[in-house]
């Protein structure tokens, strides 16, 4: 057979036979190993049947929750091993946006196309076109820019379930039902936009003043989170955006004004700071605990969730910036919270690390449709993962949408166009900023700072 | 067959101390209190006095006086003028002149030994001191099994702690009252001087053989025990105050810990 015959076709037929499409992937897997001398442990070569046994991407818990169930029961580190190598050696691909893998249809072909994510039935197709995958590297090189990773991500509706109908009848999705995810992991990508569906009121604030020594800190702020909504509070330093994160968490009393939360509101909090005394011994999976009784089970899977599964039985005291803000979400997530309080998530951690941090931050809201606050120290690395942004300066200067905000008057006194143009050089990927670009607007038009948003002037993209 | 029962009782006051005092003094360690032991035991002088005065049993009148001082503590806790290392000092020095004019004023009752109240005399441990010791640790050690988690959940981020639901200061009032205990039942065995010493040595000689917070629990109480038992034997051979003799028996495990992890290394 020809190395580059994909495995099954694009979109499969309901009739095709799955279990030759299986057989036929680990021949050609146990063909490519021996071919480069690597060797498909009895381990790893059960982590690719199981992934491709499962018709939808499967996440790392739910392999491991499979294993559990056979005689080849495997410790979680050796499973991500087995991932590893099975990505090293091209057998299997990672969906980023489902935190799950696929086997991949062609292997022993370093190229993979963008992947077609249905949110219908939950599979994933990988679209081989020799032709687009040459359009967006030469598209990227025009630009200058040394692509190392092609990685594309589309979702959408496969043409079977759009054929279907895509009513509730889930008929064809129902065989899968073998590897399924776990049954409470709720589908991906369903979190309602707060703009469509009117959702329920988590907290509010309202006039909210407080008095430090006669020092007024906030001074008659009011502000409301809904679930599923990412709200982002930013503001200079002493702008008292942590003591209106005090306020909403019912750490501090407010001398003056009103605080709503909704009955049962669960909190998840991720403090700025964790200080630990260096004569604490700590693992991990000691500090997960902290938060209430949990399983080992959980804690897995809730750091599986946050990218950091390798974490469980380290030290708190040997983390680095990103992981332990990784750990510091899993405890929050851990208690399943419907509102999650972030106090400077990405504090001492590095750009890269930053943006890492922030689509992990959406992604856990699109998962769990939880409401999100969040403080940070500066609007332009926060713009794509959030939907709402306050501005505080001991008083709401401005709120509204990211890009809104960003061409505000009061916003751009407070931080200066200066800080905010060098700010922007970090973000690709947002894409009205340009104002702050003297070299990019036409002359003249600096004052568009008031503008609606989408009225942005006209541009270049050259 | 009196020397024999005097050794059992010298052995069994110790090691009821210091199983007590493993647990304790880790958290002291890793809530950084060593000072506010001190304070405590420092007013543990008046409450001998106070003892003798009222004719009450001494460790009764100790622990009546270190949970005034651990409460009157705890309401400045959160004083917004004074850090709570002021408020220390100016209460442990306070209660300590305030105990030695009281004991001058005693001067010439026969069992008045000041020399026992600084440096311990476990001598003097009486049967009914062992009772105590035993039925007041076992009490202390529930308790502390009860707010394990609450008290290591807010030693590690209060705030995350209360917004998790722990009880912060009703949890902090409680481990401060356990040890205003712990000094009641620990001062006749050695001294308030050295008292703080027996709850931290042995959980810094702990500390780099250990990977969980119970392991260290465990580990702080075994080097405990070994500390008082070597050191009373001291004590007994030597002539010594007991206090001074478990201090250095203590001191020559932690040498013993720096030089094990330095070479385990």
């Known amino acids: 057979m020809s190395e580059n015959t994909p495995i099954r076709p694009s979109f499969p037929q309901t009739g095709h036979d799955h279990g030759v499409c299986v057989e036929t992937a680990l021949a050609r897997a146990e063909e490519l190993c021996r071919e480069r001398g690597a060797r498909l442990t009895e381990t790893r070569r059960h982590v690719l049947e199981l992934i491709w046994r499962s018709h939808e991407p499967v996440g790392a818990y739910a392999l491991l929750e499979s294993l559990r169930h056979t005689k080849r029961r495997a410790a979680a580190p050796t499973v991500y091993r087995a991932l590893d190598f099975l990505m090293a050696q091209g057998l299997i691909h990672r969906i980023e946006s489902l935190n799950a893998y696929v086997g991949c249809d062609h292997p022993g072909d370093t190229a993979h196309g963008p992947f077609l994510l249905c949110t219908s039935c939950g599979q994933a197709f990988e679209l081989m076109d020799g032709d687009l995958d040459a359009a967006v590297e030469e598209g990227a090189s025009k630009v200058g820019f040394a692509v190392s990773d092609r990685t594309v991500e589309l979702s959408g509706i496969c043409p079977r379930c759009r054929l279907a109908g895509l009513s509730d009848d889930e008929a064809e999705g129902g065989e899968a039902g073998d590897e399924a995810a776990p049954a409470d992991s709720p589908e991906p990508f369903t979190a309602p936009s707060p703009a469509e569906t009117p959702s329920r009121l988590l907290v509010e604030v309202d006039g909210v003043t407080v008095d430090f020594a006669g020092n007024k800190v906030l001074g008659g702020v009011s502000l409301a989170v809904r679930e599923g909504e990412i709200v982002t509070l930013i503001g200079p330093n002493g702008a008292g955006k942590t003591t209106l994160v005090q306020v909403i968490l019912g750490l501090l009393r407010p001398s003056r004004g009103s605080v709503f939360r909704a009955p049962g509101l669960r909190l998840g909090y991720m403090p700025q700071r964790l200080e630990l005394d260096r004569a604490l011994p700590l693992p991990v999976s000691h500090f997960l605990a902290l938060g209430g009784p949990a399983s080992r089970d959980a804690m897995w899977r809730v750091l599986d969730e946050v990218g950091a599964p390798h974490l469980l039985d380290r030290p708190m005291a040997g983390l680095s910036g990103g992981e332990l803000r990784r750990v510091l979400l899993a405890r929050a997530l851990l208690r399943n919270p419907d509102l999650l309080v972030l106090d400077e998530p990405v504090q001492g951690v590095d750009v890269v690390g930053q943006a890492d941090l922030y689509r992990l931050i959406s992604q856990v809201r699109n998962r769990h449709g939880c409401g999100v606050l969040m403080v940070s120290h500066d609007l332009h690395v926060v713009m794509s993962a959030t939907d709402r942004v306050v501005c505080l300066n001991n008083h709401v200067c401005c709120s509204g949408h990211p890009e809104a905000v960003s061409r505000h008057p009061e916003y751009l006194a407070l931080f200066g166009p200066q800080v905010a143009g060098d700010m922007a050089v970090y973000t690709h990927h947002h894409d009205h900023s340009h104002d702050m670009h003297g070299d990019v607007l036409p002359p003249g038009s600096e004052n568009s700072a008031g503008n609606e948003p989408g009225k942005a002037a006209p541009h270049d993209h050259g | ?265």
């Open chain 2, 1 to 265: 067959m009196i020397m024999d029962d005097l050794i059992l009782r010298m052995a069994l006051g110790g090691l009821g101390v210091a199983l007590v005092a493993g647990p304790l003094g880790v958290f002291v360690v890793w809530r950084r209190m060593a000072y506010f032991g001190a304070a405590l035991a420092h007013s543990a002088l008046l409450g001998v006095a106070l003892g003798l005065f009222f004719e009450v049993n001494m460790v009764f009148a100790v622990l009546a006086v270190a949970l005034a001082v651990a409460l009157i503590l705890s309401a400045f806790e959160d004083s917004p003028v004074l850090s709570t290392d002021t408020v220390l000092g100016i209460l442990a020095h306070g209660s300590l002149a305030l105990g030695l004019v009281v004991v001058t004023f005693m001067e010439g009752d026969p069992q008045l030994d000041l020399e026992a109240i600084l440096f311990g005399n476990i001598l003097a441990v009486s049967q009914e001191d062992i009772l105590l010791i035993y039925g007041g640790g076992a009490a202390v050690l529930g308790v502390m099994a009860m707010i394990w988690r609450p008290l290591l959940s807010l030693t590690v981020h209060p705030e995350l702690a209360r917004v998790e639901g722990v009880a912060v200061e009703r949890v902090r009032l409680v481990f401060l009252l356990l040890l205003a205990f712990m000094v009641a039942l620990a001062v006749k065995i050695v001294g308030l001087l050295l008292l703080v010493s027996l709850l931290i040595i042995p959980a810094a000689s702990a500390r780099s053989f250990v990977r969980t917070p119970g392991g260290m629990v465990v580990l702080a109480t075994v080097l405990g025990c070994v500390s008082v038992g070597a050191g009373l034997w001291g004590a007994f051979v030597f002539h010594m105050p007991s206090g001074p003799s478990i201090v250095l028996a203590a001191m020559a495990l932690f040498g013993l810990s720096i030089f094990a992890s330095r070479v385990a290394k």
